[in-house]
């Protein structure tokens, strides 16, 4: 099988080097040798400490698509639209098969994509677009296929959970952290895409595609990043018995599917709790299997790079279906469960003035909504300053927190943004 | 797809009702119906609560490999030989695709079986084999083909972990919790195959044989199982902070694949250590991916007929290659790695006369096997009366631990022969 790889960065280096340096083992494995024809890269001349002595260098990635002599193109640029759209899409078209990493594609374009791919009757494979070295796409799409899906949900952003992990271990601030992981080249330089969630957001919709048999509705997902978890937060959730994690959860209810990718309050003891540091964890809750766990290395050139290879042994093999588990054409978008719905416990935070008559005013603002509190912690006592109250309530609807917290947020004595992280029952 | 069931007990009766239950769904993700046509059962009058109208029922499992109207046997009859095997050799020879969940045949039978499925062109899939709702046979022979591996291990026996997990919980000691487990049911009125950890090695040859590619060698695997697993260790584990767990460790050395299953010490923060009661977890230790955890039901109707179903989807979608991932034809057995030249830490325990000079025999026993102590703790004093001498070793081979427990336990102050638990190395 012949490949030609476009983009040759810190994965596809690594692809190529696993695809040389393994070449008899894949051959055993695939039923064939899978050899890299061409590539292309933005930067041809660069030292990537690599032997492309009999690769062929392309300047431009669309020529991997037209090659006669490539039979699969493994799309390694990224970013959601222009070049590695326009490859994908050229080489679909051309009969050829594709693997590509880039979430970002698949979650806005990747029901177009699939159509296109099953049309033409060739795979289009992206493992290593979730939770890198994890297979948690063929898990959920093949492994898990007897079962429906309750209720998919993981830690996703390697970044974001060494960020929290951090956080805890050192009891310092979101900016301080971030800083020094961006030193140690574990955040980028422009974190957002990390920590705000939307790449995190990406690989959910391809999740909750595969889960609940739709279309990938990347527009359906609640996001929320990290930037707003203080260490004080962290603190109050470990002495109360929770680890704060970025979660994504995709749900099955009667409106449709819930996505929301958000900071999650979860027991300490659940197995997502103990996923820490740079390492992905990914949970899918069967109605036959039950609950079942997944954890690895989600990023880095020798996981995702596993991951590429392994969908190019699939091809090879012909082990492969419809890119989401069942016939695109059959499918639909996600249809969007509204988040105003979702409820469950919540934990609150909020600063307030220490003087006599707040608590009531607060306790009355929960009321009014319907809002009933589990516990509650007022720490310290420092008439006229500012003192910290913690609660955790009842089950309670989004909408009627949102009401209650909009109330307590016009309080004279209030004075921050109540703090809320939605506690996620595991 | 027409299907022919053999043997409804438990898995059998799951897997028939998923199959009709979901029968929509899973046409959807198997590109056609998946139909029960025909069943086969020791007593086929039994009540069993499941709708076998237009279920043709044969007397003979035989029948089921030679009827014209099946397209895919599935084999739940259990047991390494007998009617079992008969039946899954015959469905191959008559080119029929094969489901099984049959460990024990083919730990045994397997690279037979294997070669035979190849010759004839059928699927030959046993995902219900190992660890029941997880997928961790897709997982490492597809999922993580791109990957050298370097170990693979785990709680591959459910009731085994949930003995030892309510021993530490309770602290009470295995018969009692054995008899406890038989009641409730987590146990056979037999419990041998579980505990003392046929069941599990069973498992570890097929994981291995993928692992490691190689033909299954079960001969190769030195079994113990945990009847010797005392509360007293279970707690002198915990103290120095570890958890004991019967595992199962595959793992590649200079001469061969060292195979053993046998109650180990984990450090408590180790993922494995984690998994508790019930569930199975397995870990793969990949070259390019690192570490992968996988963790669910072992066990059980649905878990079990999740993992069948899923591999009929397979078949259904053409989604399949070589047994054990790559062509039986060009494999050997895996060669074994003899145990005597394992290294690792140790645990011991021994029980001895409190008097001056104990303690000095066995500092000489081990001093003259080149065995070194890393801790040693002896609780309380009692002198003239019998007491626990704990210690860690250093790194030391089996052989030379072997050779100085074999010294001490001729020592006349030791009263009972020395208790010696293996840590794994997480």
């Given at each position: 099988m012949r490949i030609g790889i476009a983009g040759l960065g810190t994965v596809g280096g690594g692809t190529v080097r696993l695809l040389q340096g393994k070449a008899d083992l894949l051959a055993a494995r695939a039923g064939r040798r899978v050899e890299v024809v061409a590539a292309s890269a933005r930067d041809p001349g660069r030292e990537r400490g690599l032997d492309l002595g009999g690769v062929r260098f392309e300047r431009d990635a669309l020529a991997l698509a037209a090659a006669p002599d490539i039979d699969a193109v493994v799309e390694l640029i990224g970013g959601a639209g222009g070049v590695a759209l326009d490859l994908v899409r050229a080489a679909l078209e051309s009969g050829k098969a594709v693997v590509t990493a880039n979430k970002a594609m698949l979650a806005l374009h990747g029901g177009g994509l699939a159509l296109l791919a099953e049309r033409q009757g060739v795979p289009l494979l992206f493992e290593a677009a979730v939770a890198g070295g994890i297979p948690i796409v063929k898990s959920l799409r093949e492994g898990l296929a007897a079962n429906r899906v309750r209720r998919v949900y993981g830690i996703l952003n390697g970044t974001c959970n060494y960020i929290l992990t951090q956080m805890r271990e050192t009891g310092r601030d979101f900016a301080e952290v971030l800083a020094e992981a961006q030193g140690l080249g574990y955040a980028e330089a422009d974190p957002s895409t990390d920590v705000d969630g939307i790449d995190a957001a990406h690989k959910l919709a391809l999740l909750a595609a595969i889960a609940f048999g739709g279309l990938p509705s990347f527009e359906g997902i609640h996001v929320e990043g990290i930037r707003r978890v203080s260490a004080q937060d962290i603190a109050y959730a470990d002495a109360l018995g929770y680890r704060i994690k970025l979660l994504g959860v995709a749900r099955r209810t009667e409106a449709g599917v819930e996505q929301r990718l958000h900071p999650c309050m979860v027991r300490k003891d659940a197995a997502i709790a103990q996923v820490e540091g740079v390492f992905n964890g990914i949970v899918v809750e069967g109605d036959e299997a039950g609950e079942v766990v997944h954890e690895g290395r989600g990023a880095g050139a020798g996981p995702t790079a596993s991951a590429v290879v392994a969908d190019l042994i699939d091809i090879a093999r012909g082990r492969w279906g419809p890119v989401?588990?069942?016939?695109?054409?059959g499918l639909e978008p996600l249809r969007p469960s509204p988040l105003q719905d979702h409820a469950g416990r919540h934990y609150v935070r909020l600063m307030v003035q220490d003087r006599p008559g707040v608590l009531a005013e607060i306790a009355a603002a929960f009321r009014d909504h319907d809002v009933s509190i589990e516990s509650l912690l007022q720490q310290g006592r420092d008439p006229g300053r500012t003192v910290a109250i913690v609660l955790i309530t009842h089950e309670a609807a989004e909408r009627a927190m949102r009401g209650a917290l909009a109330q307590i947020g016009r309080?004279?004595?209030?004075?921050?943004p109540p703090c809320m992280i939605r506690i996620e029952a595991l």
């Amino acid at each position: 099988m012949r490949i030609g790889i476009a983009g040759l960065g810190t994965v596809g280096g690594g692809t190529v080097r696993l695809l040389q340096g393994k070449a008899d083992l894949l051959a055993a494995r695939a039923g064939r040798r899978v050899e890299v024809v061409a590539a292309s890269a933005r930067d041809p001349g660069r030292e990537r400490g690599l032997d492309l002595g009999g690769v062929r260098f392309e300047r431009d990635a669309l020529a991997l698509a037209a090659a006669p002599d490539i039979d699969a193109v493994v799309e390694l640029i990224g970013g959601a639209g222009g070049v590695a759209l326009d490859l994908v899409r050229a080489a679909l078209e051309s009969g050829k098969a594709v693997v590509t990493a880039n979430k970002a594609m698949l979650a806005l374009h990747g029901g177009g994509l699939a159509l296109l791919a099953e049309r033409q009757g060739v795979p289009l494979l992206f493992e290593a677009a979730v939770a890198g070295g994890i297979p948690i796409v063929k898990s959920l799409r093949e492994g898990l296929a007897a079962n429906r899906v309750r209720r998919v949900y993981g830690i996703l952003n390697g970044t974001c959970n060494y960020i929290l992990t951090q956080m805890r271990e050192t009891g310092r601030d979101f900016a301080e952290v971030l800083a020094e992981a961006q030193g140690l080249g574990y955040a980028e330089a422009d974190p957002s895409t990390d920590v705000d969630g939307i790449d995190a957001a990406h690989k959910l919709a391809l999740l909750a595609a595969i889960a609940f048999g739709g279309l990938p509705s990347f527009e359906g997902i609640h996001v929320e990043g990290i930037r707003r978890v203080s260490a004080q937060d962290i603190a109050y959730a470990d002495a109360l018995g929770y680890r704060i994690k970025l979660l994504g959860v995709a749900r099955r209810t009667e409106a449709g599917v819930e996505q929301r990718l958000h900071p999650c309050m979860v027991r300490k003891d659940a197995a997502i709790a103990q996923v820490e540091g740079v390492f992905n964890g990914i949970v899918v809750e069967g109605d036959e299997a039950g609950e079942v766990v997944h954890e690895g290395r989600g990023a880095g050139a020798g996981p995702t790079a596993s991951a590429v290879v392994a969908d190019l042994i699939d091809i090879a093999r012909g082990r492969w279906g419809p890119v989401f588990g069942v016939p695109a054409a059959g499918l639909e978008p996600l249809r969007p469960s509204p988040l105003q719905d979702h409820a469950g416990r919540h934990y609150v935070r909020l600063m307030v003035q220490d003087r006599p008559g707040v608590l009531a005013e607060i306790a009355a603002a929960f009321r009014d909504h319907d809002v009933s509190i589990e516990s509650l912690l007022q720490q310290g006592r420092d008439p006229g300053r500012t003192v910290a109250i913690v609660l955790i309530t009842h089950e309670a609807a989004e909408r009627a927190m949102r009401g209650a917290l909009a109330q307590i947020g016009r309080l004279e004595a209030v004075e921050e943004p109540p703090c809320m992280i939605r506690i996620e029952a595991l």
